[in-house]
């Protein structure tokens, strides 16, 4: 684990720490022009005090011309200085987004199981990290940096009358007291209204997604009250955490407003006592309201910043669990030799199994079908041996190698990949086709030739050419403006974009007619004339005619794996299958 250091009472991993290190200098200069900024807001006050000490018991214009002159290039540099800190502020917010956004987005794209616990949360770092960028540029950043200059404030009304400044501190004590109550009293509120928020989100992003199948299956209203209840519930622990806040601040503007006014008391009696003059009298009541004002701003922003630390929370979390990955020995490409060594994976969030102790191999050049009923775990033993999912026990090898020592970038090179549900992104066919490649620095007189290359093996550029704009027609997420079977084709393309020496096919007829299927298999027998190590997940079996071993699953094991005119002879007879492998004993 990268070295550490604690902020916020949470280890900051390093990718992080370099990112605040790339905003430091920024944050230090804004801090500073804060000094300068509270320093010229004594002006005013100076000013006040010369009008009425000087300028009105003597009559002095050319004084008070001279005076007015210089409060008015005080409050212009108090001004610029102001502009100044509000824009280092956005700078070091943009840095930020230049230091972590992609990484943040790196991580997101890693392998997120919806089950482990703070998936939910994590899932929304994005937001979280925009949160977080966002108080850092903010009126909560200004108010923090503003805090640390009151005593300044503080040692100004000492200097006026130690009565004053005796009135200011225990002004100032209450209100911090305050502050603190506020955010004891709504710490947990606004951190359950943060992840009840983020569940709300997530299930419009998920009723947004899927539209069509909730109008068509009459489901929009029930969806809709779902979807208030789960806002209702959000708004509400908000609602509830500012009403708490508010009437914190309520209590803390009363406080300020009385405490100026028994300043200017004070002020009064003071100067009848003679003790002080008529204008430090103003001048008590300006100080000792502007010593408190930032206390006050603190607690108005306070939702904001315990936003921000929550936010940091969630990324410094989604920097645990997912770290950078480590330059690896650049592996030469495979020959397509595959081997399953007791890959076993649970349930995501449950001590079920979906694969228990799953062991075959396949040999460079092979073609294997993998068949069984519904939930026998085929879907997630495609995943695994594709490198999408990372088995819980157990090994997936290539070419002997654990495809935990492959960089997952270089190994998707080599593998492709048809999941059950198509996969496809929101962009042009071309892209989709081409993995997006062109946005990691391809060149796109490579690209495209290989692209059409890819859809005419899938067959699949016939129909692309019929699209509205051919192979830059534009695509919603999830493949939305192609009918299933278009989306599976176009996805089949991707799969053979560049010939991979690994093809992972998960149902690839599973949405295709009699001409789709006779295509497909053109494909495969294409595909195994090339030397492809082919793996197909089936129910229809037909497609698995040019298959040469077939491995039969049930209940998340291998029931049955070897030659498939074995395998179909076996499955005819109707004594008992072979014994089933039992689960490693270390897996529960």
């Known amino acids: 684990m990268a070295r550490r250091l604690e902020i916020l009472d949470k280890p900051v991993p390093e990718p992080l720490k370099a990112a605040l290190r790339a905003v430091r200098r920024h944050l230090w200069f804004a801090f500073g022009f804060s000094a300068l900024v509270n320093i010229l807001y004594l002006a005013p006050t100076l000013y006040m005090m010369q009008v009425y000490d000087r300028v009105i018991p003597t009559g002095g214009i050319m004084t008070l011309v001279f005076i007015t002159a210089v409060i008015v290039f005080a409050l212009a540099t108090l001004a610029g200085l102001d502009y100044i800190r509000g824009r280092l502020l956005i700078r070091a917010g943009l840095r930020l987004d230049r230091q972590l956004a992609g990484q943040v987005l790196t991580r997101l794209s890693s392998q997120l199981r919806p089950g482990q616990p703070g998936s939910l949360r994590i899932s929304q770092a994005m937001r979280e990290f925009d949160s977080f960028r966002q108080v850092m540029t903010g009126p909560g950043a200004l108010a923090l940096f503003d805090a640390p200059w009151t005593p300044i404030y503080l040692l100004f009304t000492f200097m006026l009358n130690p009565w004053l400044g005796l009135l200011t501190l225990t002004g100032g004590i ?8 506020n955010e004891r009293s709504n710490k947990q509120r606004l951190q359950q209204a943060s992840e009840a928020s983020a569940a709300a989100y997530v299930a419009q992003e998920a009723v947004s997604a899927n539209a069509e199948t909730v109008r068509a299956l009459g489901m929009r209203r029930a969806l809709v009250t779902l979807q208030l209840q789960q806002r209702h519930k959000a708004t ?58 930032p206390i006050e701003q603190v607690v108005g922003a306070w939702s904001g910043i315990v936003s921000a630390r929550h936010a940091f929370t969630t990324l410094v979390e989604l920097f645990d669990r997912y770290p950078d990955e480590p330059e690896r020995t650049l592996l030469p490409p495979p020959k397509g030799m595959i081997q399953v060594e007791g890959v076993t994976n649970r349930m995501p969030g449950a001590d079920s199994y979906v694969l228990r102790n799953v062991s075959f191999s396949v040999q460079p050049g092979e073609t294997v079908g993998v ?14 041996l594709a490198g999408a999912l990372l088995p819980d026990y157990g090994v997936v090898r290539l070419d002997s190698a ?87 084709r176009v996805a089949l393309a991707r799969a053979l974009y560049r010939d991979p020496p690994v093809m992972v096919l998960d149902e690839p007829n599973s949405h295709l007619d009699s001409e789709g299927e006779a295509a497909l298999l053109k494909v495969l027998r294409a595909v195994k004339a090339r030397g492809a190590t082919v793996i197909i997940i ?8 040019s298959a040469d071993k077939l491995v039969v699953m049930r209940d998340g094991m291998v029931d049955l794996f070897g030659p498939r005119e074995e395998v179909v002879a076996r499955l005819s007879q109707p004594e008992p299958k072979l014994p089933r492998t039992p689960a490693p004993a270390d897996a529960g």
């Open 371 to 384: 068949v069984g009923p519904s939930g026998a775990g085929k879907t997630t033993l495609a995943r695994v």
């Open 538 to 545: 089936a129910h229809r079996t037909g497609v698995l005619t």
């Open 174 to 181: 209450i209100l911090l007291l305050l502050a603190i109550a």
């Open 402 to 488: 654990d495809l935990r020592d492959w960089d997952a970038e270089r190994l998707g090179r080599y593998m492709g990949y048809l999941p059950q549900d198509s996969g496809l992104f929101a962009g042009s066919v071309r892209d989709n086709i081409s993995r997006f490649e062109r946005w990691n620095g391809g060149d796109v007189e490579d690209i495209d030739p290989r692209v059409i290359a890819a859809a005419e093996a899938a067959g699949a550029h016939e129909l692309i050419l019929r699209l509205p704009e051919g192979y830059d027609t534009m695509l919603g997420a999830g493949g939305r403006g192609l009918s299933a079977g278009q989306a599976q």
């Open 236 to 293: 509400e622990i908000q609602a509830q955490a500012q009403f708490v806040g508010g009437r914190y601040q309520g209590a803390i503007k009363f406080l300020r407003l009385v405490l100026q006014s028994l300043a200017l008391g004070t002020g009064a009696y003071l100067a009848v006592e003679r003790q002080i003059s008529s204008g430090a009298v103003i001048a008590a009541s300006v100080l000792l309201s502007r010593a408190l004002q």
